[in-house]
């Protein structure tokens, strides 16, 4: 893969909400995974093969969608359209996480086919790379006849998620309950859905019903896309750890509430934000980004907590190797800035201002995938591949 060197970096976000924003203007990728980070007299351009100028502009790492409901391929049967994926790439997302293969035409709800769809979609999405971008595919549903033996069997071929809990026909917590025991045990991360009834077969889930269950992150806080109420949010912001996510397909006067709650009380680790598509609200290519101008301008969330939230936070309740800027994490990077006529003088101020940022590169394991984001407004810096 060679060695690359990101140089004259106007701002560094780390994806690290106990240290957000780093004080360096240089890193150095080497074979997939940063290497080092610092000033740029400390890392001598000799020693990169390739050299990006950001002429000024932010990096951050890679955007991480929390919540997709992708099934195969780059398309979505739920709105018929193929290359949503790619096109979220140029919103700055590098890692997409299923929530679950929901919408798949004829989808199966018996074990063996619970199990075959969700390794299905973790194997192929594997291998699979729309535009660049990475897939955790193979959420699998929770449905009746699941036994400990079949967790173990998806964890061993690689499925990783357990979808939103309620999507299925396992919606009680005596009866999800045990599963989540299991999928935790061999290593899953379990998602619950929260409030209001989504599509047909989904239910309606209250705060009581995601305490007594136990899942890792409470699936949209805010709606998908209808809130719990949000006395039913403080108590799972009081009475739990339990990870908090935003999406975009929600309710946004909930995000905006439930945000200023979250700063207040300094939870800032807490929270992740997801798209919740392709939904009936559609495919969103700039959804997370449009969450984190949200919930800063509206909800007082400082913006580079707003960038963790879409790239640390995610990558730590996922167990991923990317999502912070770090030595030895894959090199999954995005350079940010205001867009041409904002107020915003830089990407954290045009957050702050509710401006879509300008995507202006995109680095995955840190090879160049876009150079120029076709879905958000021109940057006003320009970045440069000088070597």
């Not at 991923?320 to 030595?327: D, Y």
């Not at 879509?356 to 120029?372: F, R, S, W």
Request: glycine share 12%; aromatic share 4%.
């Amino acid at each position: 893969m060679g060695s690359t060197k990101i140089k004259n970096i106007g701002i560094m976000v780390s994806g690290d909400v106990k240290n957000p924003l780093l004080k360096a203007d240089a890193l150095l990728i080497k074979d997939g995974k940063i290497a080092k980070w610092g000033n740029n007299v400390e890392i001598p351009d000799s020693e990169a093969e390739k050299i990006i100028d950001a002429g000024g502009m932010a990096l951050t790492p890679g955007l991480i969608d929390s919540h997709c409901h992708v099934v195969l391929m780059d398309y979505t049967p739920r709105q018929n359209q193929i290359g949503f994926l790619a096109s979220e790439l140029h919103g700055g997302v590098t890692t997409v996480i299923s929530a679950g293969e929901v919408h798949l035409p004829g989808r199966p709800n018996d074990p063996a086919g619970i199990k075959a769809l969700a390794i299905l979609a973790a194997k192929s999405f594997s291998k699979f790379r729309p535009g660049g971008m990475k897939v955790i595919g193979g959420g699998v549903i929770l449905e009746p006849g699941l036994v400990e033996k079949d967790f173990e069997e998806m964890a061993k071929e690689g499925v990783r998620v357990v979808g939103e809990i309620g999507l299925g026909k396992i919606k009680q917590p005596d009866d999800a309950a045990p599963m989540v025991k299991w999928a935790k045990k061999y290593g899953m991360t379990v998602m619950m859905h929260t409030g209001g009834t989504s599509i047909p077969g989904s239910s309606t889930v209250t705060a009581d019903q995601v305490i007594a269950t136990d899942p890792d992150i409470v699936a949209h806080i805010n709606g998908g896309p209808t809130a719990i109420p949000l006395e039913e949010a403080k108590k799972l912001i009081d009475k739990t750890e339990l990870t908090l996510e935003f999406v975009h397909c929600g309710n946004p006067k909930m995000a905006v509430e439930v945000a200023k709650i979250i700063n207040e009380k300094g939870l800032y680790h807490r929270v992740i934000i997801g798209n919740d598509a392709p939904s009936g609200t559609g495919v969103v290519p700039l959804g997370i980004l449009r969450v984190m101008n949200l919930i800063s301008s509206l909800g007082d969330i400082p913006p580079e907590m707003a960038v963790c939230m879409a790239t640390g936070n995610t990558a730590k309740v996922h167990k991923l190797n990317r999502g912070f800027i770090k030595e030895g994490f894959e090199a999954d990077l995005i350079l940010m800035d205001a867009p041409m006529g904002s107020v915003g003088d830089d990407l954290l101020s045009a957050i702050k201002a509710g401006d879509n940022p300008a995507v202006a590169m995109v680095l995955v394991d840190g090879e160049v995938v876009v150079t120029k984001s076709r879905n958000t407004p021109p940057p006003k810096r320009k970045a440069n591949i000088i070597k």
